[in-house]
């Protein structure tokens, strides 16, 4: 079964503050990966995803994610956050045969001015 | 382009008593999910439909939840009898098709007390 491990819960931070949010799967096979974003009273909606290829990908609003199959892990970065970065921040997976969306418990960000 | 559409926004019940939701997809979508999100975790797939044959209904807690798409394009989610464990949003999304490479479009979701 997959499983996907988010350890950071809840982060904060000051606008222009460099972000990098951890997230750590555990499957066998060929895997998607993905990061959601929902902001406050929002729905989630995708931030930026990955199939193959080029292992770093970039996604909406400056974001971009780094996959290293040799750590299971697909972390999220930004360079410079701000305040409007605040929201929940899922990171899911599936297997390449199926798209059933197995999620992490997901990182609150607060972004201070 | 209309999202996914989910009614009610809200939802309080008392435990025992039924409840359902409903869910609009993005026109043309295929395949429907709904998931369970309970407070502090991330959704959870209940259910998976592919037109409307059921794909995936493993994590369905079968004697109290139900779910249908009959005519493969709006879909209902029943609970009945609910229990207090099932307060959670519950979140409708739909894909073009059942690849794991469709993206997942996600409607507002359905918050439910039960009391």
């Known amino acids: 079964a997959q499983s996907v491990s988010q350890h950071n819960h809840h982060v904060i931070l000051s606008e222009a503050a460099s972000l990098e949010l951890g997230c750590n799967y555990s499957?066998?096979?060929?895997?998607?990966l993905f990061w959601y974003v929902q902001y406050p009273g929002q729905h989630l909606q995708l931030l930026l995803k990955y199939f193959s290829g080029d292992p770093l990908v970039k996604g909406i609003k400056g974001f971009e994610a780094e996959f290293i199959k040799s750590k299971f892990s697909f972390n999220l970065r930004k360079p410079s956050v701000q305040w409007s970065d605040t929201a929940e921040y899922f990171c899911a997976v599936n297997a390449d045969s199926a798209s059933k969306l197995t999620f992490g418990t997901g990182t609150r960000l607060q972004v201070t001015l | 382009e209309a999202g996914v559409a989910q009614s009610p926004r809200y939802k309080i019940i008392e435990k025992r008593q039924s409840v359902a939701f409903w869910c609009n997809p993005i026109?043309?979508?295929?395949?429907l999910y709904w998931y369970q999100q309970i407070l502090g975790q991330g959704p959870k797939l209940l259910i998976q439909?592919?037109?409307?044959?059921?794909?995936?209904d493993s994590q369905l807690p079968k004697d109290r939840f139900s779910a249908e798409r009959l005519k493969g394009v709006d879909s209902t989610l029943k609970i009945q009898p609910a229990k207090l464990e099932d307060s959670a949003v519950y979140l409708c999304a739909s894909s073009v098709g059942p690849s794991g490479r469709n993206i997942q479009y996600f409607g507002a979701g359905t918050r439910l007390s039960v009391l």
């Open positions: 026109s043309g979508h295929a395949t």
């Open positions: 499957y066998g096979g060929t895997v998607n």
């Open positions: 439909f592919q037109n409307n044959g059921v794909v995936d």
